[in-house]
């Protein structure tokens, strides 16, 4: 009795791992943008928590204001990460139905 249990599980669980293998691969397809300073500094990461590209308009370029470019792009970045790791962590808790599982994301 407890073998045939075990048998499913067992398949449930290989058929979990196949489904995050195909999902993460997925993620590292899809994109998430992020803007600061009203749209001049644009960021975009995937799911792999990878920035993809970052857009700094020209007029938000001041030479006296270094410091203020950095911030907009740190913030951007930021923000950009964390949408992505929201949409991971969405997307993951779809395919385990809401189960932690330690080591995973």
């Known amino acids: 009795m407890m073998g045939g249990n075990m048998n499913k599980m067992m398949k449930q669980v290989q058929k979990m791992q196949q489904e995050m293998v195909r999902l993460q691969e997925e ?10 300073g009203g749209g001049v500094v644009t960021v975009v990461a995937n799911g792999k928590n990878e920035i993809i590209s970052i857009e700094i308009k020209p007029e938000v370029v001041d030479p006296e204001d270094v410091e203020m470019l950095q911030d907009l792009v740190t913030a951007a970045v930021n923000e950009a990460l964390r949408q992505a790791q929201d949409m991971v962590s969405q997307e993951m808790g779809k395919l385990t139905g809401g189960l932690k599982i330690p080591g995973m994301f």
């Open 27 to 36: 993620l590292g397809e899809r994109r998430v943008e992020s803007t600061a």
